[in-house]
Protein backbone atom coordinates (compact mmCIF):
# COMPACT_ATOMS: atom_id res chain seq x y z
CA UNK A 1 0.00 0.00 0.00
CA UNK A 2 1.67 2.85 -1.16
CA UNK A 3 1.69 6.34 1.20
CA UNK A 4 -0.06 9.61 0.25
CA UNK A 5 3.28 11.16 -1.04
CA UNK A 6 3.77 8.54 -3.23
CA UNK A 7 -0.26 8.35 -4.50
CA UNK A 8 -0.09 11.72 -4.94
CA UNK A 9 2.91 12.01 -7.47
CA UNK A 10 1.67 9.16 -9.33
CA UNK A 11 -1.63 11.28 -9.45
CA UNK A 12 0.23 14.46 -10.20
CA UNK A 13 2.07 12.99 -12.76
CA UNK A 14 -0.69 11.51 -14.62
CA UNK A 15 -2.83 14.90 -14.19
CA UNK A 16 0.18 16.44 -16.15
CA UNK A 17 -0.10 14.08 -18.92
CA UNK A 18 2.81 11.81 -18.54
CA UNK A 19 2.44 7.62 -18.09
CA UNK A 20 5.14 5.26 -16.39
CA UNK A 21 4.88 4.30 -20.38
CA UNK A 22 6.13 7.29 -21.46
CA UNK A 23 8.88 7.50 -19.20
CA UNK A 24 9.79 3.48 -19.40
CA UNK A 25 9.92 4.23 -23.40
CA UNK A 26 12.47 6.85 -22.85
CA UNK A 27 14.54 4.42 -20.84
CA UNK A 28 14.24 1.86 -23.86
CA UNK A 29 15.71 5.26 -26.26
CA UNK A 30 18.51 4.96 -23.70
CA UNK A 31 19.40 1.72 -23.61
CA UNK A 32 17.78 -0.18 -26.37
CA UNK A 33 21.64 0.00 -28.51
CA UNK A 34 23.33 -1.58 -25.37
CA UNK A 35 20.83 -4.16 -24.23
CA UNK A 36 19.80 -6.56 -26.64
CA UNK A 37 16.45 -7.44 -26.48
CA UNK A 38 15.61 -5.40 -23.81
CA UNK A 39 11.74 -4.79 -23.80
CA UNK A 40 9.40 -2.37 -22.66
CA UNK A 41 8.26 -4.12 -19.81
CA UNK A 42 11.78 -4.32 -18.03
CA UNK A 43 12.14 -0.66 -18.47
CA UNK A 44 8.67 -0.36 -16.76
CA UNK A 45 10.07 -1.96 -13.47
CA UNK A 46 12.95 0.54 -13.21
CA UNK A 47 10.58 3.34 -13.79
CA UNK A 48 8.30 1.93 -11.32
CA UNK A 49 11.41 1.99 -8.79
CA UNK A 50 12.99 4.90 -9.38
CA UNK A 51 9.40 6.27 -8.75
CA UNK A 52 9.27 4.27 -5.76
CA UNK A 53 12.44 6.68 -4.48
CA UNK A 54 10.53 9.30 -1.50
CA UNK A 55 13.28 12.24 -3.06
CA UNK A 56 11.82 11.38 -6.89
CA UNK A 57 8.56 11.84 -5.10
CA UNK A 58 9.56 15.18 -3.11
CA UNK A 59 11.02 16.43 -6.65
CA UNK A 60 7.56 15.63 -8.91
CA UNK A 61 5.54 17.34 -5.81
CA UNK A 62 7.70 20.49 -5.53
CA UNK A 63 8.11 20.77 -9.90
CA UNK A 64 4.77 19.82 -10.79
CA UNK A 65 3.22 22.34 -8.15
CA UNK A 66 5.79 25.03 -9.42
CA UNK A 67 4.89 24.19 -12.78
CA UNK A 68 1.25 24.53 -12.12
CA UNK A 69 1.16 27.80 -9.90
CA UNK A 70 3.73 29.29 -13.25
CA UNK A 71 0.81 28.50 -15.51
CA UNK A 72 -1.73 30.32 -13.29
CA UNK A 73 0.37 33.31 -13.38
CA UNK A 74 0.13 32.93 -9.70
CA UNK A 75 4.17 33.90 -8.76
CA UNK A 76 5.98 37.08 -8.12
CA UNK A 77 7.75 38.85 -10.63
CA UNK A 78 10.79 38.31 -11.99
CA UNK A 79 10.18 34.95 -11.04
CA UNK A 80 6.81 34.02 -12.89
CA UNK A 81 8.39 35.66 -16.31
CA UNK A 82 11.25 33.68 -16.03
CA UNK A 83 9.77 30.10 -15.30
CA UNK A 84 6.73 31.19 -17.83
CA UNK A 85 9.66 31.41 -20.31
CA UNK A 86 11.23 28.65 -19.06
CA UNK A 87 14.41 30.65 -19.18
CA UNK A 88 17.41 28.70 -19.94
CA UNK A 89 19.50 30.38 -17.50
CA UNK A 90 17.89 30.19 -14.76
CA UNK A 91 19.09 26.31 -14.21
CA UNK A 92 16.92 25.70 -10.86
CA UNK A 93 15.06 23.00 -12.54
CA UNK A 94 17.78 20.96 -13.78
CA UNK A 95 18.91 21.18 -10.27
CA UNK A 96 16.12 19.50 -8.99
CA UNK A 97 16.99 16.56 -11.49
CA UNK A 98 20.29 16.43 -10.55
CA UNK A 99 18.94 15.44 -7.45
CA UNK A 100 17.47 12.86 -8.63
CA UNK A 101 20.22 11.27 -11.32
CA UNK A 102 22.63 11.91 -8.03
CA UNK A 103 20.78 8.83 -6.42
CA UNK A 104 22.06 6.57 -8.92
CA UNK A 105 25.54 6.88 -9.36
CA UNK A 106 27.73 9.07 -12.35
CA UNK A 107 26.26 7.04 -15.55
CA UNK A 108 22.89 8.59 -14.70
CA UNK A 109 24.49 12.70 -15.23
CA UNK A 110 25.84 11.13 -19.37
CA UNK A 111 21.99 9.97 -19.76
CA UNK A 112 20.39 13.42 -18.25
CA UNK A 113 22.45 15.20 -20.53
CA UNK A 114 21.97 12.74 -23.38
CA UNK A 115 18.13 12.80 -23.06
CA UNK A 116 18.20 15.88 -22.61
CA UNK A 117 19.86 17.30 -25.66
CA UNK A 118 17.78 15.17 -28.00
CA UNK A 119 14.55 15.35 -26.15
CA UNK A 120 12.48 12.32 -27.83
CA UNK A 121 8.73 11.08 -26.91
CA UNK A 122 6.83 12.34 -24.01
CA UNK A 123 9.96 15.37 -23.38
CA UNK A 124 9.09 17.14 -27.00
CA UNK A 125 5.49 17.10 -26.37
CA UNK A 126 6.42 18.24 -22.27
CA UNK A 127 8.75 21.48 -24.42
CA UNK A 128 6.26 22.16 -27.07
CA UNK A 129 6.14 26.15 -25.76
CA UNK A 130 2.80 26.54 -28.00
CA UNK A 131 0.03 24.92 -25.57
CA UNK A 132 -0.07 27.50 -22.87
CA UNK A 133 0.69 24.77 -20.49
CA UNK A 134 3.78 25.01 -18.54
CA UNK A 135 6.46 22.33 -17.64
CA UNK A 136 9.33 24.03 -16.85
CA UNK A 137 10.22 21.73 -13.79
CA UNK A 138 8.56 18.30 -15.09
CA UNK A 139 10.58 18.48 -18.33
CA UNK A 140 13.80 17.86 -16.42
CA UNK A 141 12.16 15.81 -13.69
CA UNK A 142 10.65 13.32 -16.35
CA UNK A 143 14.05 13.11 -17.87
CA UNK A 144 15.92 12.23 -14.89
CA UNK A 145 13.79 9.63 -13.93
CA UNK A 146 14.02 7.89 -17.42
CA UNK A 147 18.06 8.43 -16.92
CA UNK A 148 17.85 7.18 -13.36
CA UNK A 149 15.99 4.36 -14.12
CA UNK A 150 18.46 3.78 -17.25
CA UNK A 151 21.40 3.86 -14.79
CA UNK A 152 19.67 1.27 -12.56
CA UNK A 153 18.89 -1.01 -15.84
CA UNK A 154 22.94 -0.84 -16.64
CA UNK A 155 23.97 -1.80 -13.25
CA UNK A 156 22.06 -4.71 -13.28
CA UNK A 157 23.56 -5.98 -16.03
CA UNK A 158 27.02 -5.27 -14.80
CA UNK A 159 29.01 -8.55 -14.28
CA UNK A 160 29.83 -9.08 -11.13
CA UNK A 161 32.92 -7.20 -10.35
CA UNK A 162 35.92 -9.40 -9.00
CA UNK A 163 38.00 -8.86 -6.55
CA UNK A 164 41.02 -9.46 -8.61
CA UNK A 165 39.81 -7.14 -11.68
MG1 LIG B 1 13.28 22.81 -17.64
Given at each position: MEDIIAQTARKWLKERGVTVDDIAELVLFLQAEYIPGLTLDECRKNVEAVLSKREVQNAILTGIQIDRLTEKGMLEEPLQDMLKRD?????VDEIIAFSIVNVYGSIGFTNYGYIDKMKPGILKRLN????????TFLDDIVGAIAASASSRLAHSQAPTPHIDD
Open positions: EGLYGDKSTGEVH
